[in-house]
């Protein structure tokens, strides 16, 4: 899922450990997330959203998956 954490927490100038403390995870979360390496869960995305004063679907977008 692609999303734009790393931008917003650029112009927020917070490091992805500090990123991560405010909504209580590790740096390596932070990184894996804006990396598009780990989607994280709907709580940890509503947390993001909230923190930088948005909401998921601004901060997240996503993608038509395909119906099996």
Request: net charge neutral; hydrophobic share 40%; no cysteine.
């Amino acid at each position: 899922m692609k999303n734009k954490v790393k931008h917003y927490r650029e112009q927020f100038g917070l490091t992805q450990a500090q990123l991560g403390e405010k909504v209580n995870v590790s740096r390596q979360a932070i990184n894996a997330i804006e990396k598009n390496k780990f989607d994280p869960s709907i709580w940890l995305a509503y947390d993001l959203a909230k923190f930088f004063n948005m909401t998921i679907e601004e901060l997240f977008e996503f993608e038509e998956s395909e119906r099996k």
